[in-house]
């Protein structure tokens, strides 16, 4: 459960394999050409800031005894009121109800929380309505805030003391959602999570990881991109993948093996390409640009970037630098379908948008229709007068007031 499994997928992958069970049973569809649908964006609720804990009030003060007051007949004691079985027991969490908090055990104490950004082991048990277990941790790590597990555990943890026991109750938004988990949690399906705090402490300082370190901690940044892609969760998993790409170029102060640098290149390319394509399911065609175009710039001629790049140029209307992207990626992969059948398409909205473009300049130079016939040239001939008309006119004008001044002068 920390890390989740990926769905199934049609294409080549372009991660690395997984220990995960449901990553070896398919391919990953997050690096394949065909993968340009625009779903809808479910709205995420916001992790960063959560409800405290709601607090206790203290007990309400009896009344100090008379002692002077004069004996009365022995009476039943009045009955407290009904208060609803175990209501006030439960925090919700959003406000909405979906996901409820109990404490079992107390912990040491508000001030002993765990922060975001620290690692974090838990005890786990999870359960369906029905009781049955689907999950039994008895220790479980991941870095709080970060995404690497269910948000029902992510957000809930956050509101735990050491120490503490509590139970989780999570509608399937927050768990595994529509997808479910196969094959033990169906599509759908609520948990209760039975969990325990058992250790906090501050995450390792990135510039003092080795570089075996770091790719590890990429990759499983990355894996969890994947599963919430597969999820159709593109909001995490754009998180996932930024967390990943801020671990791999964050400064180091160790030094790195030239292999274990072109295997953190190599990581973050897959992390970019993955990236551009959880942000063209949400219609980020700026960001998804920047990203095919990161990628290009470590690898010129990878045709995933190539296609993804061409695809998102294509959105904008700018055919004219989106056919060669293409043209660079089938030259690369003469025999793939889906970058010819785009190229087409591409060439064919290309030719058409020149035919609107010309017909436009025609309207705005007051000449709509074809170029002007014969006729209408020659039509238009009798009204010029010829330069050499007009030279010789000048000329004999010209004489004329010589031979008056000459003339003038004899006499």
Known sequence: MASGGEGPAAGSPD??????????????MLDSGEDFEVLDEDDEDDLSELPPLEDVGPGRAMPAKDDTQAPRPEQAPEEAPEVPPAAEEWLDVLGSGLLRKKTLVPGQGVESRPCKSQDVTVRLKAMLEDGSVV???????????DGDVMQALDLCVQLMEMGETALIMSDAKYCY????????????AALTLEVQLL??????????LSGREKIQLANRKRERGNFYYQQADYVLAIN???IALKAIDSSSKVDFSPEEEAELLEVKVKCLNNLAASQLKLDHYEAALKSCTLVLEHQPENIKALFRKGKVLAQQGEYREAIP????????????KT???????????????KNVETAMYRKMLGNPGT???????????????????????TAVALGGVALSVVIAARN
């Not at 250790?199 to 003092?208: I, K, R, Y």
């Not at 970058?339 to 948008?353: N, V």
Request: negative net charge; contains cysteine; aromatic residues 8%.
């Open 135 to 145: 999950e039994d941790n008895p220790s479980l790590s991941f870095t709080l805030g």
């Open 177 to 188: 959602g529509p997808q479910g988990r196969s094959p033990d949690i169906p599509p759908h």
């Open 199 to 208: 250790a906090a402490q501050d995450a390792p300082d990135l510039e003092l």
């Open 15 to 28: 991660w690395a394999d997984t220990s995960m069970d449901l990553a070896t049973a398919s391919a990953s």
């Open 240 to 242: 996932s993948y930024d």
């Open 339 to 353: 970058i010819h059948a785009e190229l087409s398409k591409l060439m064919k909205k290309h030719a058409e948008q």
């Open 371 to 393: 170029s002007s016939s014969p006729a209408t040239c020659k039509a238009k001939v009798p009204w010029s007068i010829p330069w050499k008309w007009l030279f010789g006119a």
């Open 325 to 336: 992207l293409l043209k660079a990626a089938l030259k690369l992969e003469p025999s793939n």
